[in-house]
């Protein structure tokens, strides 16, 4: 059991459940990142907490995780591209620490996707845009798909 030293609910507006974002461009700073392993062990990441910075979406926040270390070599150039694009945005080309890029603004392309675990839609961050500029060309790289190509994730 733990005291609520009297707390009164009466006295706090209820927090509501936020929907993800609507898919589009948005000016953020990276407030906080942080290298976590992978589930397995075998890998890490680094995940940067992105927190909106204008508009009707200011303060709102997305998430997005780059596997810098993992055994899929693919993987991690995917995720050193997002990386360099993060850090070309920001003006930061030889970060020492990523807390190197935090609060420096940028646009962040948004999109939605459904969580394979719960279901759920969430927010994912398809490419970074220095401010004042667009994010709309991706910043991670795509697997060519054309006429008689297979989707990359069609593919076994």
Not at 3 to 29: M, Q, R, T, W
Not at 75 to 87: E, H, N, P, Q, R
Request: glycine fraction near 10%; proline fraction near 8%.
């Amino acid at each position: 059991m733990a005291s609520l030293n009297g707390f009164n609910a009466n006295e706090v507006d209820p927090n509501v459940a936020f929907e993800p974002l609507s898919p589009g461009e948005y000016l953020a700073v990276v407030v906080a990142s942080e290298m976590k392993p992978t589930k397995n062990g075998a890998g890490e990441y680094l995940q940067l907490e992105l927190e909106v910075i204008d508009g009707p979406h200011k303060g709102r926040k997305v998430w997005d995780r780059l596997m810098l270390k993992h055994s899929n070599s693919q993987t991690v150039a995917i995720a050193k591209g997002t990386l360099s694009a993060l850090c070309r945005a920001v003006g930061v080309l030889v970060p020492r620490d990523s807390s190197e890029l935090h609060n420096l603004p940028v646009v962040v392309k948004v999109a939605c996707k459904k969580r394979d675990d719960t279901g759920e839609v969430g927010n994912v961050v398809k490419g970074y845009g220095k401010k004042g500029a667009s994010a709309a060309a991706p910043a991670r790289a795509a697997a060519p798909v054309g006429p008689g190509s297979t989707p990359p994730w069609k593919r076994t």
